[in-house]
């Protein structure tokens, strides 16, 4: 089963037995981030010098996807000119998490279990219900990054957004950060992909950081 990159942030981000999310915020951005690097290597956006544009509104094929981009081509559209992506990524990241889910328990991957904490305030867990797609996926970021094998286009895309989310223990639970940083680093800098997606994916990573800081001054 081929499914998106967000889909694979959002099962490395959920706890498999509890369903309850982990690193809650950065994977958030990780997800719109994910999102948005499929639509560009499915050429219906771009992401040059830091500012968005939707360069083909057709189709997909995969509703997630399609989904987005007609809300990203809806609200880039009122805006003049080419919005910063770090605009588009500080929106959806409060969004993108829970249609990804939906998406994922529509695939059967997980399943939506409700709870109230203290009998008063409703949660949602989305506890394994398949876990053969995850395992695949720990795999090939394995093979990738701790094995040395060589990785596809998309692999490599999810290891660049992994590294700039500064998500490594949830893909690599009980391996020192240190031990694969170097090599993710390497991936995401590699030629591995077209120039445009490449500086895409780095654009992307500056405005996670970007939000990142912005939030953290915000909270603090």
Not at 37 to 62: C, K, N, Y
Not at 169 to 192: I, N, T, Y
């Amino acid at each position: 089963m081929t499914i998106t990159l967000a889909e694979e942030i959002t099962l490395l981000s959920l706890d498999d037995e509890s369903g309850a999310a982990k690193e809650r915020q950065a994977a958030s951005w990780a997800v719109a981030g994910g999102i948005l690097l499929d639509l560009a290597i499915a050429g219906r956006v771009s992401v040059t010098g830091g500012r968005l544009a939707v360069t083909d509104e057709s189709p997909t094929g995969e509703p997630l996807l399609d989904e987005r981009l007609a809300l990203i081509a809806a609200w880039a559209g009122k805006k003049g000119k080419a919005p910063k992506v770090t605009e588009w990524l500080t929106k959806d990241q409060t969004k993108a998490p829970a249609a990804t889910v939906a998406r994922l328990c529509e695939r059967g991957l997980v399943v939506e279990e409700k709870h109230k904490v203290l009998g008063l305030f409703p949660v949602r867990r989305y506890p394994e219900a398949d876990g053969s797609v995850e395992r695949e996926l720990r795999e090939r970021l394995r093979a990738v990054v701790l094995d040395g094998a060589a990785p596809d286009e998309r692999t490599a895309g999810l290891v660049a957004l992994v590294h700039g989310a500064k998500l490594h223990r949830l893909a690599f639970p009980g391996v020192p950060r240190k031990e694969v940083s170097a090599r993710m680093e390497k991936l995401a800098d590699g030629q591995w992909a077209a120039a445009d997606v490449r500086k895409a994916i780095r654009d992307m990573q500056a405005a996670m950081a970007a939000v990142s800081v912005a939030t953290i001054v915000v909270v603090t």
